[in-house]
């Protein structure tokens, strides 16, 4: 399969995203509350969604100097 930065730069974000639900999950258990109540309330929480945009903002800023490196690297 032929290297893609887009595909794998997408598949970053996803992880990236999965991995806040799962550490949101992880510190909801620990501490002793019911995930799945706070997992609904996970998309209002103010911190999350800005690490959310955040991520997604510095991906279209910095996506062409990335792309041209990374295609620098892979040719």
């Known amino acids: 399969?032929?290297?893609?930065?887009?595909r794998d730069s997408l598949v970053f974000i996803g992880l990236?995203?999965?991995?806040?639900?799962a550490v949101g999950a992880l510190?909801?258990?620990?501490?002793?509350?019911?995930p799945s109540v706070s997992l609904?309330?996970?998309?209002?929480?103010p911190i999350?969604?800005?690490?959310?945009a955040?991520?997604?903002?510095?991906?279209?800023l910095l996506y062409p100097r990335y792309q041209r490196i990374y295609e620098r690297r892979t040719s």
């Open 48 to 52: 999350w969604l800005f690490h959310c």
């Open 40 to 45: 609904r309330g996970l998309f209002t929480d």
């Open 1 to 6: 399969m032929e290297p893609s930065f887009r």
């Open 54 to 60: 955040l991520l997604i903002a510095i991906w279209f």
């Open 27 to 34: 510190r909801e258990v620990l501490l002793e509350r019911t």
């Open 16 to 21: 990236y995203v999965t991995g806040l639900i």
